[in-house]
């Protein structure tokens, strides 16, 4: 079982930077595909950013977001990473942690790929 556990969210400024940090359990963390989503009030949960499993050689990226946030994994400390740069207003959400244990052939935007999440932690962009 797949257990999952965010990090770093809080009450930021427009434009500043922010990071938020996943550790997982359970599963080899090599094998997972890790991605993340958020849900604003009222909104449909969207993906963010996933990366690949093993070596993390593929990401992709929430046109909203591209040039600004970037996914990163560390396989030796079972984390995966959002850096998120310029914030803005509409980047506040709760953000999930969501991982995929089945090492899938799927591609990583395919949002129904990943069966595990975590308990999600609030991003609020606000002056």
């Known amino acids: 079982q797949v257990q999952l556990v965010e990090s770093g969210g809080g009450l930021v400024q427009p434009g500043v930077s922010l990071r938020l940090s996943c550790v997982a359990s359970?599963?080899?963390?090599?094998?997972?595909?890790m991605a993340w989503f958020r849900q604003a009030p009222g909104r449909e949960r969207e993906l963010v950013a996933g990366?690949?499993?093993?070596?993390?050689?593929?990401?992709t990226y929430a046109d909203s977001v591209k040039g600004r946030f970037t996914i990163s994994r560390d396989n030796a400390k079972n984390t995966v990473n959002l850096q998120m740069n310029s914030m803005k207003p509409e980047n506040t959400a709760v953000y999930y942690c969501?991982?995929?244990?089945?090492?899938?052939?799927?591609?990583?935007?395919?949002?129904?790929?990943?069966?595990?999440w975590g308990q999600g932690t609030q991003v609020t962009v606000s002056s």
């Open positions: 990366i690949s499993y093993y070596h993390g050689s593929t990401k």
């Open positions: 359970g599963p080899p963390f090599g094998s997972l595909a």
């Open positions: 969501e991982a995929d244990d089945q090492m899938t052939a799927a591609p990583l935007d395919f949002s129904n790929r990943y069966e595990h």
